[in-house]
């Protein structure tokens, strides 16, 4: 069977995240990697996904054209007030911050949320709280 391409929506969704689209168990899924942060863990540098992602999807589309939207990133400490003030004021949900892995440096913590919206509304509004992220580079 062959994998599903993203549609033009899924595409588009993804762009405006600066990630790459896929369509994953059937759900338009973009992801991208936080390359500037370069920690280590029990004292090696780890270069994995698994430690710097930032993943987002919609699925459930309603006739209103409204989705369920999902994401995921990971943050630093000193981030995760302003990108959380920032996706609050925009109407998304926080709904889970803590860390993935122990011995970790820089401490690396991760941050859910969700919302019924738009995808590209949400992608827009979820742009916009990367804002507060930094982009110079962080290594452990």
Wanted: net charge positive.
């Amino acid at each position: 069977m062959q994998p599903r391409q993203p549609s033009a929506l899924c595409r588009q969704f993804a762009k405006l995240l600066g990630a790459t689209p896929a369509v994953i168990n059937g759900v338009c899924t973009a992801t991208n990697a936080r390359t500037n942060l370069v920690p280590k863990v029990l004292g090696r540098k780890a270069g994995s996904f698994m430690y710097v992602p930032q993943a987002y999807s919609y699925e459930n589309m309603d006739r209103q054209g409204r989705a369920l939207c999902l994401g995921e990133t990971v943050i630093l400490q000193s981030e995760l007030q302003p990108y959380i003030s920032r996706l609050r004021r925009h109407g998304i949900k926080v709904t889970a911050v803590h860390n993935h892995w122990l011995f970790d440096s820089p401490r690396l913590m991760y941050i859910h949320y969700e919302t019924i919206a738009n995808p590209l509304d949400f992608a827009k509004k979820v742009r916009d709280a990367n804002r507060v992220l930094t982009s110079r580079n962080i290594r452990g």
